[in-house]
């Protein structure tokens, strides 16, 4: 039981180019999130899904897409980065309806943009 | 939306000593508040959480409370020992649309030997 993993863990983009982050869990979980922390902050909402098929829009969407096409995966798009997105970005799930609405995150994805 | 305020930014306390962090939210819908240890260069984990129908909660040397009418909630950890120090997140958010965490700026407690 792996709980949640991201992929990659460490990225250098440079301005404009592209990627995805891909998150997995293994826990069934329903919910899925993509936060950011920037260096001294708390995290931030990015996007985050509330069934396969389904997304919505966080706190901080701009820049970013993303899409849940398996239960199990969430996967985050950087369609033209900039260096203000710059951060760690981690990925968090939860199940709905349970006793526990605890959060379980990933080990984050350190990604810099030069 | 929701805005949760977390303070202090800092806080050295001594081996042994109490420490308490505190934190407001905006949103009195709010009804899940979530407590997170993060230490450096690793993912958040729940240390204790609270719903709004709770006004205190206790895990051995970690308690919570929760103020509705004040918008406020506390973390309260006792006899603090050096493996207490990390940065440490409040969050609130409402369970049954999404449950989206709202995080507070955190707080770094050092605990000196």
């Known amino acids: 039981n792996a709980g949640v993993t991201q992929t990659p863990k460490f990225r250098v983009l440079k301005t404009g180019q592209s990627m995805t982050l891909l998150c997995a869990q293994d826990m069934n979980h329903e919910y899925m999130y993509w936060y950011r922390q920037d260096p001294g902050m708390g995290l931030r909402l990015i996007h985050y899904s509330v069934g396969e098929g389904t997304t919505a829009k966080g706190e901080v969407p701009d820049g970013y897409n993303v899409s849940r096409l398996k239960k199990q995966n969430f996967l985050l798009g950087l369609e033209s980065a900039a260096p203000s997105q710059t951060s760690v970005y981690f990925c968090?799930?939860?199940?709905?309806?349970?006793?526990?609405?605890?959060?379980?995150f990933g080990p984050g994805t350190r990604l810099t943009v030069t | 939306g929701e805005n949760v305020e977390q303070h202090p930014s800092t806080l050295s306390v001594q081996e042994g000593d109490s420490a308490v962090i505190k934190c407001t939210y905006s949103d009195s819908a709010s009804n899940y508040f979530p407590w997170y240890k993060q230490e450096l260069g690793k993912r958040p984990q729940l240390i204790i959480d609270?719903?709004?129908?709770?006004g205190e909660k206790k895990d051995q040397r970690i308690a919570v409370t929760l103020n509705k009418t004040a918008k406020h909630f506390s973390l309260h950890i006792t006899e603090t020992q050096p493996e207490d120090s990390a940065v440490y997140f409040c969050?609130?958010?409402?369970?049954?649309?999404?449950?989206?965490?709202?995080f507070g700026g955190g707080t770094r407690l050092m605990v000196k030997p």
């Open positions: 969050a609130a958010s409402l369970m049954d649309a999404g449950n989206m965490l709202t």
């Open positions: 968090a799930s939860t199940n709905y309806g349970q006793r526990s609405y605890e959060q379980y």
């Open positions: 609270i719903r709004s129908n709770v």
